[in-house]
């Protein structure tokens, strides 16, 4: 490597929104992050939606109820005429 022309990788704190801290290398000496593995649904296993403006119960009034494709619809069959 050249000298003097790439920054110093040195030890850098990682600082969450939720409070986490951790130690890791970078080029900068503190990296600020909004979720990390303490608080990110996937590792702790709470699932968090967040529906500012009722999105999900509009999706699911205009496409959930009774919709699908019309060619995976099972047709009825045809009645035996009553005699």
Do not use: W
Not at 6 to 14: A, E, K, L, M, Q
Not at 27 to 52: M, Q, R, S
Request: charged share 25%; aromatic share 10%; proline share 6%.
């Amino acid at each position: 490597m050249k000298d003097g022309i790439h920054p110093s990788y040195g030890p850098t704190v990682v600082r969450c929104g939720c409070g986490n801290t951790f130690s890791t290398r970078s080029t900068v000496p503190e990296i600020k992050v909004d979720i990390c593995n303490a608080c990110h649904p996937f590792f702790t296993g709470k699932l968090k939606f967040v529906d500012t403006a009722g999105r999900i119960e509009k999706f699911q009034a205009k496409f959930g109820g009774g919709g699908g494709y019309a060619s995976l619809k099972k047709k009825k069959k045809a009645e035996a005429p009553a005699s």
